[in-house]
């Protein structure tokens, strides 16, 4: 029997795609298509090329994401290639569909569990990835607003003056980079797990805990790339710019919950970017849709098809999956490993 808080989120993601939708049309008022037609044709082959690139760099450092989960699990039989197309398949049903517990987690725990994983150490590594995205997060946002802490002036009248005040952006930047210099001393001097009631953050070891601080960064500033090199030279701000707004964007998107973030995220990006004409804008953001979001949902849907094919195949020959892996550290940053797999186990699949 369903819960009402299973309806709450739905509902929620459902009225921030209305309302932003609503405020994004009112913001593009007097824009035609032909002039984001126009906009989005005058973006140079070179930049696209690049805007490419950035593309591949964000999900090079995605799979690297469960890379660092798998090592930290003390996995080390399963392949690049396959951690790579596991990893890109499940992102970009994730990005589009937006419900992780089913487009991410289920499809991690199909792929992986044919490799001999269990389903606690799928549920560590889905939750070490999530954290692992949390920290790159935290990290370049502390940094971009202790830099530039003028830039949340940018959405004023969209968010309370305290927040958008440069002060406050400049102490809260701090709070923020002194949260991850907390969680690397935790890690480097191995201290014990922190439990406040049911939260308990286990510290990994250093060579995870440094592989987490470049992996995370990297990828979202290969999704920042695509947005600024499908920008104008024109009035275009700078890349920290980009970032800093592109990160404020994201992070509404998810605390939306709405699905990939649609219309949240456009209208946080839009209204930033005062300096640029909006069909321009609104070009560059199709572009970053079209790369990060499109294209990669596309290849992950005929990725899955082919996948489950060749699994329903080998069931009906009685083929033999791969060994299991022997047991392996359940721990992982922020989450009780005996309480996940208890979880996992009553979860359909």
Known sequence: MKKISDFIWPIIGL???IGSGYLLYKELAGISMAEIKGSFAAIPPHRFLLAALSTLVAYAALAWYDRIALLHLGVRHIGWFFVSVCSFTT????????????????????????????????????????????????????????????????????????LTDPKTARILGAGLLAFVALYVAGSLLNLKPLTIRSFKLEYPRPRIMSRQLIAAPLELLGAAGI?????????????????AVFLASFSAA??????GGLGVFELVFVV?????????????????????FWLPFLISVVVVLLYERNRLASALKNKPHD??????????????AHAIERRMEKKPV
């Open 254 to 259: 998810l605390v939306s919950n709405a699905p």
């Open 323 to 336: 060994p299991a892996t022997p047991e392996a550290p359940l721990t992982v940053p922020g989450l009780d």
């Open 15 to 17: 009225a921030a795609v």
């Open 227 to 243: 947005i600024y090199f499908a920008l104008p030279e024109a009035g275009n701000p700078g890349f920290l710019v980009v970032l």
């Open 91 to 162: 992102y970009a049903l994730s990005h589009n569909i937006g419900a992780s517990v089913f487009s991410g987690a289920v499809v991690r725990y199909r792929a992986y569990t044919a490799k001999g994983l269990s389903a606690a150490q799928v549920a560590v590594l889905v939750a070490l990835c999530s954290f692992t995205f949390g920290l790159g997060t935290i990290l370049l946002g502390g940094f971009v607003l202790t830099v530039l802490p003028d830039t949340l002036t940018r959405l004023n009248g969209y968010l309370p003056a305290i």
């Open 272 to 292: 930033a970017m005062p300096d640029i004409a909006r069909p321009s804008v609104i070009a560059a953001l199709l572009v970053f849709r079209l790369f990060y």
